[in-house]
Structures are given as C-alpha cells and as structure tokens.
C-alpha cells in the first residue's frame, strides 16, 4: 500500500512518453533523501483501475403453468384434458455490476509495429480509469452465459416444440442476485429480492 | 399483373406507407364508389415541401398515379387515425351464449362471431380468431374461465397464414400470404341448447356473402362499398362499410408480406372495433334481405393507444371454402 501511495503522489507530475520504440513510458518524480527532485522512468502507463473482484446480475426467474394440449369426446364434443405441466423462463441483465477496489496499476500498453491501438480510455484527473477492449467484452459476456446457465439449472426448464402453442399463465415470479467471484470463478451467492 | 405488395415495397420505407390496399378513391373525406385508387395507408398526411416533391418531414412524395399490371391508376393517400373524433360505445352483453358473446383462452378474451358446421364433422362449431382459439387441440372456454357458468370447449382447427393464391386464386405471388387468423371451437353437444344462433340487433346468418373471385378488379367492386354491420358482447352494435381489399403489409423485416382480406371504415366516426371484438363476425344485407356473413373481425390498424378508422377482416366466404364451413342456423 505505502508503495501505491507513493506512485500516486509522484505520479501527479509525471510525463507520458511514446517514442518510437513499442511501449509506452511515464516517470515516477520522486524526493531523494537530500532534498532532490528526480525522475525515474517507469515502464509503462499509470492507470486507475477498478478490480472488479466480483460480478453481480440481476435474475429474473419465472414460472409459467402451460395448459396441457386436449382431446374431444367424440360422442358428446366436451373436452378430455390432458396434464399440464410448468415451465420456468429465466432473463439476466446484460450487464453486470461489478464490485471491487480502484487500485493504481502501470500498464505497459505494447504498440503495434503498424497499425493503431485499439483502446479506448477515460481519465479522472490526470489519471486514465478505463481502457475498453474486447478481451474485457468477452468475458463479462462468458460470466453472463455462466449465470444463465446456472439458473437455468437450478430452476426445472421443459423444451418447447416446435409449432406447438401453448396456453400460459404466468404462476410466480422471482427476481435474484447473482453474486459471481471472479478470482474463484464460481457463484458466490444467488439471493432473493422480495 | 403487379402486385399491390410490390407497390407496398417501393414506399414504404421513404414515404412511411404502413400498408397499402385497393380500394375507392377518398375525395373530401368520403369515397367514391366509382373511382379505382391504390391506397396509401399513412400515420397522417404531410403538407408538401417546396417544388412538391418531398414531404414536410423529407420523406418521397407519393405519386398521383401508379402502374397496377397494365392499368394506370390513381393514387390515394389515406390516415388509418380517426380524423373525425369517435363515439366509442360500450355495451353489456344479453347472455354469454349468444353468437357475438365472449370467448376465451387462459389468458385473453375475445368473441365468437356465428356458429357453423363443419364438412363431415357431427358438431356445431364456433368461429373465432385463431389468435383467441389458440391453435387445434387447446382447451378454450365460453364465456371465460372464471365464469360460474363456463363451458369448456375443444379448439377443432385453426387456420393462420395460408399462400395467397388457395385463398383467392386470382392472387398468386410468390412469398406473399393472407392472414387468415381463424379457427373453429366445437360446441359440446350437452350445451348446445344454451346457444342461440341470433346475433344480438342484427339476426341470424343464413349465408355467407359470396364475392366475384373473376379478378382483383371483380373482387374490388363486389366487395368495396357494402354496408356492413357487426355486434361484439364487447363494443356492442358497430356499423360501417367496406372501403379497401387486400390490405398489404409487412410482418417482419424481410419476412413475408402479408394480407388481410378488407378493411372495415366505420360509420359516422366510430371506431370499428375495439380490444376483445377479436372474432366477431361482419354481416351485411342479401338481395332476399337475409344476414349474410362477409367477414371475420381480426383486429384494427393501430399504433399505440390511438383509435383507428379501420379494422381488419377476413373474407368469410373464401374461409367457408377453405374449411369446408356452411351455416348453422338452429
């Protein structure tokens, strides 16, 4: 942590480089213990980043009574039910709330030998908080799948058929956290909203 | 001859069109019986802008006049919104056992408009929309299942989008279908006797009203114009005239295009139809002065919570034909 505080304080006054090599450098501005103000170069650029340690979506599980198909009687016309049955719909958001510290990292973003970077950043103050990028995209899309996947799992599902109507009312409706570690990349909690 | 849908095609992503039809042509609020047009249908009609060739929002001018085949015909640019203000009336039912009572599923209600038999079939049938019937082999209820008097009843057939030309043979274009949107529900005999074939102010139909099928044209003129009149449980007794057939419009982004029969103006500034009319029936006058059924109410054009001028229809007839149906009449 004392590192990380000095990196912050120093930091206020350092200057990005990009040259020509393929790395991006920034320098530490530290006090030496005779009073000196010196730069030191540091490999790559400081970022503020928030570590998401944990991915929270929101469920929303509902169940369904589907009519059963019939039958007539052909001697009088009146109906001959056949079972019902129920079938559980799950939706999660799309996006999920991430939880986690904002820790001060130095990334070391290598420029391609051609062509462009292709992330995106946003600063706070001096410090850039977020670098979009696909690899960032795919995962929390994979995390979402995991959680659908699971509740589906936990709540008994039936296959439609294809060409089949149904008849459905909608019997109860839940809504869940999904709480998901991410350093253990198992469901933590999976809790109710009333 | 080219199709109304592809006409539809050409305007209705630049000009707004939401559908188009073949009818008369509409002249200081009221239609001309004796003047062809091919229908525009739009959200509301826009002053012109500039030279005239763009509307006030930029979008294309529709023609005055388009090519039908070998035909040059006029065009007409018409709002589906009741421009008139509307009376909307409604009325209790007298009995829910009556042609035009209610009819539901487990989680919708609409009306069934007559009764008929079915070729080769012991029972009586009701004719409703599938969309309330739900499809072939569903449990449906008369009035609805909560009633202390409800009857249970089998959903025997149902019919939704069927190629256009073994509908009316005289249309026959690829990828285009009529939204035929019907089915029929047997009457359990041990309750037949709680029905009555009578529509409430309008009668009971002893046939059903037999347009030309020679061509669109033949079609047009025995259909477009006619008074007709319906009686729901729902909105009570509703006047109107037929004023366009084949109404075209699209179901999906490059899906099929897709056709109701007619479309219904109501009289006076009424709306047609309302929410739970779904399977009425339309009847009109015969030449003995007999209820013929011309058409199954579907549904109204509609976007959002505003009224329409028009509802939507199917041909009864061609679905007689379709689904082997004659009329019950006690």
Known sequence: ????????????????????????????????????????????????????????????????????????????????RQPGRTVTE???TDKPILLGPVELFTLDLKRPAAGKIEYDLEFQDYYPTKISGKVEDKTISEIRQFAKDLLEKLA?????????????????????????????????????IN | MRDLA???????????????????????????????????????????LGAARRLEDGRRRIPNKVELGNR???????????????????QSSGGPFHAGGQISNLSATGTYGCLVRKQGDQFVQAVTNRHVAIGANNVVF?????????????????????????????????NTYVDV????????????????????????????????????????????????????????????????????????????LVTYSFLVEGKDGTVPGLARDSGKAWTCTGPGGEVEVVGLHQGEITKGPTLSRFAVATEFWSLSELMQLSPYTG
């Open chain 1, 1 to 80: 942590m004392a590192i990380r505080l000095t990196m912050r304080m120093s930091i206020a006054v350092s200057v990005l480089i990009v040259g020509a090599c393929q790395s991006i450098e920034a320098h530490k501005i530290v006090e030496t213990s005779t009073g000196q103000v010196k730069a030191i170069p540091v490999k790559g650029m400081p970022i503020l980043v928030k570590r998401p340690t944990k991915a929270v979506f929101v469920a929303t599980i509902r169940t369904f009574e589907v009519a059963g198909t019939a039958t007539r009687d052909e001697a009088t016309g009146r109906v001959i």
């Open chain 1, 90 to 92: 799950v939706t999660i």
């Open chain 1, 156 to 192: 008994p599902s039936v296959t439609k058929q294809a060409g089949e109507l149904q008849q459905k009312v909608l019997i109860k409706s839940e809504v869940k956290l999904v709480v998901f570690d991410l350093a253990s990349g198992r469901v933590e909690t999976v809790s109710n």
């Open chain 2, 6 to 48: 592809e006409i539809f095609e050409r305007f209705e992503t630049d000009a707004g069109v939401v559908g188009i039809a073949f009818g008369a042509k509409e002249t200081e609020g009221a239609f001309d019986p004796d003047t062809d047009a091919i229908a525009f249908i739009v959200d509301t009609k826009l002053p012109l």
């Open chain 2, 72 to 90: 040059t015909i006029a065009s007409d640019v018409v709002s589906w919104i009741e421009p008139r203000g509307t009376k909307v009336i409604k």
């Open chain 2, 142 to 174: 008369f009035p609805n299942a909560s009633s202390p008097d409800m009857i249970e009843a089998f959903t025997v057939e149902d019919v939704d989008l069927i190629a256009d030309e073994q509908f009316i043979p005289f249309q026959d274009e690829p």
């Open chain 2, 181 to 256: 949107d019907a089915a029929i529900v047997t009457i359990p005999q041990p309750d037949l006797a709680k029905f009555s074939v009578g529509i409430p102010t309008i009668g009971v139909p002893t046939a059903f009203h037999r347009p030309a099928h020679g061509s669109l044209a033949d079609y047009k003129q025995s259909l477009v114009g006619r008074q007709v009149v319906s009686w729901s449980w729902n909105s009570g007794r509703r006047e109107g005239q037929i004023s366009h057939v084949l109404y075209t419009t699209r179901r999906g982004t490059g899906g099929p």
